[in-house]
């Protein structure tokens, strides 16, 4: 736990004093944490989540609001399992941002 703890200390402080760095750190930190179960959920939310309403913001929505409103609005949209493991790791990954 230290150990972890150390590292941490050690990766922020290395972020700390470098801001060109830390930048390009950011970057790619959100490149990776959209995984491309994700990034399948967003084309999806973006064509078959609009077609009755207008898009909603995600980030409207509190985790448990979404936890509601999501299981009936699949359903709505007629989606595949598949999809919705996409649509749920999109909706849920990015109010976890
Ligand atoms: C078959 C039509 C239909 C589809 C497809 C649909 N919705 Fe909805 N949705 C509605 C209706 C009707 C409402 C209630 C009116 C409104 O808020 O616009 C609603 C409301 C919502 C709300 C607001 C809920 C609230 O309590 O304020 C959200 C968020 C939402 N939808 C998300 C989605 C998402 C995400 C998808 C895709 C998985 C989706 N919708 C697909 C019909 C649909």
Known sequence: MKYIFGSFTLIAFIIACSPKTSTEVVTEMEEVSMTAEMSSG???YESRC???????????????QW?????????KAQLAE????????????????
Do not use: D, W
């Open 50 to 64: 609009i077609k009755c309403h207008g898009y909603k913001e995600i980030k409207n929505y509190s985790r448990a």
């Open 82 to 97: 598949e999809e919705k493991k996409q649509v749920h790791a999109y909706v849920f990954g990015t109010i976890n941002e």
């Open 67 to 75: 936890e509601k409103i999501l299981p009936a609005m699949m359903e």
């Open 42 to 44: 967003k084309s999806l």
